[in-house]
């Protein structure tokens, strides 16, 4: 049985050899004026998230645990002192470490220091909530121990980049916006960035908490669009993923496109902005009646462009739209050499998977060049590889496919990777592992030149 401990057993908390202040082996301090350390015996992200809170951070971002299947030097060192709990188990609501529940006694554990329990805590003091896209929402501070809301009094797009690259987005805001009011404190009015700070705090305001024009129910608070990877295309309902009813995002609206002069021109765009190399516009999916958002348009795509935005098109002025003239295609089948992207819910990024002989599979490399990247990324139908976003190869869950292709080396100025100079093709035995799977994450061109660019 879980026993709580009392309040006063533990009088501090700390981290110990982080690289930062926010992250380290957790240690606590003892009624003897020790520090004790924590097994990492059912550790987990929740017990993380108390000690980063406890500490004054907004959340955490790893458990730190130490795996039993293979022992060694944890990976904040060992702890010297006592091993002081173990079996911790805090439930999300928790704010303080000591309100949590252990499945031993104080002092007693079956551990060694080699499963000494780290976090890692978020640093970022800001965040955007309530949006309808993962690049769009309300913005909120982290300050004094809660979450609050920005006074869209004189909020501009110079305090937007800086809100954005505070948040991990190198390019800044694409708009600004106001949002209602809500039941959360005002903790920043009257900001007053130049574009070019590295937070918002650098920035001439108000002061923390000092809302002067907000105090109104009716007040607008502020909020962004940030410059962040966006799904372009997507195929709904098909009976594969190549193929089905084009669903087209832009900017943030996303919806149908009803089109009367649909044809394969506009079908082999769709399908090489989506990897593949052919396509037509068969329909095979049966539509009743169509509601939501509808782009009415006409394109007049000539077949060699690379995303169905460079494609010419007018606007129709009709309100209603004959389920016929929804856009439809299939792509494909894949043929040798062509690729795609999984693991991620966005279109321009993921792991790299490659097509040869029949079966789908993933290229691995120990180092894969930026002029490879770039020749991923053109072949995918985006502008090339966005170096501005820094991400490891681990950002998206490894696959399971067989490794076809070990090693990659391009020049860069290929059109498809069956033109590079280096093509290690394997079948499925390789020395490589999972591990050294290739990812990737390129620029959509829609996100390559901005109205406000040159402010970031």
């Not at 908390?13 to 240690?27: Q, Y």
């Not at 539509?287 to 462009?305: A, H, M, N, P, W």
């Not at 490879?372 to 399971?400: E, H, L, W």
Request: aromatic share 8%.
């Amino acid at each position: 049985m879980r026993k709580e401990w009392l309040s006063n057993v533990m009088r501090s908390l700390r981290l110990v050899n982080g690289s930062t202040p926010a992250e380290g082996r957790v240690e606590v301090l003892t009624e003897s004026g020790e520090w004790g350390t924590v097994c990492d015996d059912n550790w987990g992200i929740a017990d993380a998230r108390v000690v980063c809170r406890e500490l004054g951070y907004p959340d955490a971002l790893e458990a730190v645990v130490n795996s039993a299947s293979s022992p060694g030097e944890p990976r904040f060192g060992r702890g010297s002192g006592p091993i002081v709990l173990d079996g911790v188990y805090c439930s999300e609501e928790k704010t303080l470490l000591r309100h949590c529940s252990v499945t031993k006694e104080w002092g007693v554990n079956d551990c060694s220091h080699a499963e000494d329990a780290g976090v890692i805590c978020k640093t970022k003091a800001v965040r955007m909530v309530d949006g309808g896209y993962p690049d769009e929402g309300r913005v909120e501070v982290f300050y004094g121990g809660t979450w609050g809301t920005i006074c869209a009094h004189e909020w501009s797009i110079e305090d937007a980049h800086v809100f954005c690259r505070q948040l991990g987005h190198p390019l800044g805001a694409r708009s600004i916006k106001t949002v209602p009011s809500v039941d959360t404190p005002v903790l920043l009015d009257g900001l007053q960035c130049n574009g070019s700070e590295a937070s918002l705090s650098d920035c001439p305001s108000s002061g923390w908490a000092n809302n002067e024009n907000c105090n109104a129910e009716s007040a607008q608070m502020a909020g962004v669009v940030c410059n962040v990877p966006s799904t372009v295309v997507e195929l709904l309902s098909g009976s594969s993923s190549r193929d089905g009813i084009v669903r087209y995002r832009e900017d943030t609206i996303s919806g149908l496109i009803c089109d009367q002069d649909w044809g394969e021109k506009e079908a082999a765009v769709i399908c090489r902005q989506s990897g593949y190399a052919h396509g037509n516009s068969t329909k095979l999916v049966s539509l009743g009646s169509v509601s939501g958002k509808i782009f009415f348009r006409d394109y007049q795509c000539d077949g060699t462009e690379t995303q169905l935005s460079d494609c010419p098109f007018t606007t129709r002025s009709i309100t209603k739209c004959d389920s016929n003239q929804i856009a439809q295609v299939t792509c494909g089948p894949p043929k040798d050499y062509d690729i795609r992207f999984a693991g991620s819910k966005y279109s321009e990024q993921g792991r790299v998977e490659v097509f040869l002989a029949g079966r789908w599979g993933v290229i691995t490399d120990g180092y894969v060049t930026y002029s490879t990247r770039n020749v991923i990324c053109r072949q995918m139908g985006y502008a090339g590889y966005n170096s501005d976003y820094t991400f490891d190869r681990k950002s998206f869950p490894r696959g399971t496919l067989p490794i076809l292709i070990e090693n990659l080396g391009c020049i860069g100025d290929e059109l498809r990777i069956n033109d590079c100079y280096e093509i290690d093709v394997v079948d499925g035995q390789s020395s490589r592992t999972h591990e050294d799977e290739v990812a990737i994450i390129c620029y959509p061109y829609g996100n390559r030149v901005y109205t406000s660019f040159d402010l970031i």
